[in-house]
């Protein structure tokens, strides 16, 4: 009788991991085929409109995105006080710190709410993008001002349990976790500087006591600021942003949205196309959270930028 039962212990423990094994190598799968697409995209592919499901909950002020099956994950800011610049530097710092909750919201294919995960503590509110492994989410909280502080979760999307990580002396708007050398990168403010820590077989970070100054290196890509980030297999990330552009000093400003395929190896974009897509108020389709997946014959894209009363808008391009 023991025996047997050890047997089928041990069985069902390989069934897990294979499985598991399996979700990554599949999502790794994925990813190529979306690289592949994505560095196909030009200026004069057409995305067509699929759907627009309005969200029926607030969503504050949505950061990153992540779709898992018919599920999906979204990191947002509710600010409750938003900071004040300084007239000049104090600290170091151009701004205070503000006041906010960040949550990580899980919500179904029509918009509605699931769950709603607390993220983040004191003046570290304010998440960011995230990423997906197959198996945990991947998602900072920082302060809402750049040079400052952050917070790094693992979030089991299952039980909605946020497991932290590191907590590191920089901004960190983004993550993105390489899934083959179980290496976490992240973007600072604006983009401007990437970090790469190394995960050990425990799932610790090997290189977390290593000084931000010692540990960054600089974007060389400027024409859009990264918002959210998704790995893609091979060493490359996929990121969306965008950048305003103001031709007169006392003109209207002009917002800008792309994709870039960034090395994670080099920290260098190795492709980039401009995604023309607004809404109706005229913000760029990649301001702020994005999904990317392949179809049959291309790419479906989704993405959430407006604030508060938000709209998941979907979209899909043929790339042949």
């Known amino acids: 009788m023991a025996r047997t039962f050890f047997k089928l212990l041990l069985f069902a423990t390989f069934a897990v991991w294979t499985m598991a094994f399996v979700t990554i190598a599949h999502a790794v799968d994925q990813g190529s085929v979306v690289s592949e697409r994505v560095k196909k995209l030009t200026r004069a592919v057409k995305w067509t ?44 710092y151009d701004r205070d710190t503000g006041e906010g909750v960040g949550h990580l919201f899980k919500f179904d294919a029509k918009g509605n709410l699931i769950a709603d995960l607390t993220l983040g503590e004191g003046s570290v509110y304010h998440p960011g993008g995230m990423d997906y492994d197959g198996k945990s989410i991947w998602v900072p909280a920082a302060e809402y001002r750049p040079n400052s502080r952050s917070i790094i979760y693992r979030v089991d999307p299952t039980t909605m349990k946020a497991t932290e990580l590191l907590r590191y002396g920089d901004h960190i708007g983004g993550l993105v976790y390489n899934t083959e050398s179980k290496t976490l990168h992240g973007v600072s403010w604006g983009s401007r500087r990437f970090y790469r820590w190394t995960l050990d077989n425990d799932g610790k970070v090997s290189n977390a006591g290593t000084r931000p100054e010692d540990l960054r290196v600089p974007n060389r890509s400027h024409y859009i600021d990264y918002q959210d980030c998704k790995y893609l297999g091979r060493q490359e990330a996929l990121c969306s942003g965008l950048n305003m552009y103001q031709p007169k000093k006392d003109g209207p400003r002009f917002a800008l949205g792309g994709f870039e395929i960034v090395d994670l190896a080099s920290n260098q974009a190795i492709y980039q196309v401009p995604v023309e897509l607004w809404t109706d108020s005229g913000l760029p389709m990649t301001y702020n959270p994005f999904w990317i997946e392949a179809t049959a014959n291309g790419l479906r894209a989704y993405f959430m930028p407006e604030d508060e009363k938000s709209t998941l808008y979907i979209y899909e391009a043929e790339v042949k």
Do not use: W
């Open 49 to 92: 409109p699929v759907a627009a499901i309005p969200i029926t909950f607030n969503t504050y002020h949505p950061q990153g995105m992540v779709k898992i099956g018919d599920t999906y994950f979204l990191s947002t800011v509710d600010i409750r006080k938003p900071t004040t610049r300084y007239a000049q530097l104090q600290e170091g």
